[in-house]
């Protein structure tokens, strides 16, 4: 949701898949909301959401991204970390028809960084 944090991984998307126009699908902490997997109707709004980009915009690469200074998310960035490879795994358990499903770190540079998950 972070405009601080879109441009970034935009280009990150752009250099790293050859994409010219990656879809984005904004929401306040994500990480934590997928992680927590306790907010149902939020969780399914994202799924839908990243539905039309998988089936109808043919997406078939997976960011999600946790960055410095979140303020929907407002926890040091060792638990955002952690929170992220849950949210991965949780969105890999969606099963949809993707190449990849990634994490990202924007750090307080505004650097994006692939974390192993």
Known sequence: MDGRTQLPAIKWMK???KVDYPVTITEAGPVKII???KNKALIESIKYRVGISVNKHGSKH???V???DC???PVVKEKQLKQLKKAVKQIKKWNL???E???LWIGKNWKVKKIKI
């Open 62 to 64: 997976i960011a999600l």
């Open 35 to 37: 992680a927590d997997n």
């Open 101 to 103: 499903v990634v994490g």
């Open 71 to 73: 303020a929907g998310n």
């Open 66 to 68: 946790a960055h410095y």
């Open 97 to 99: 028809p993707v190449d």
């Open 15 to 17: 250099k790293t898949y």
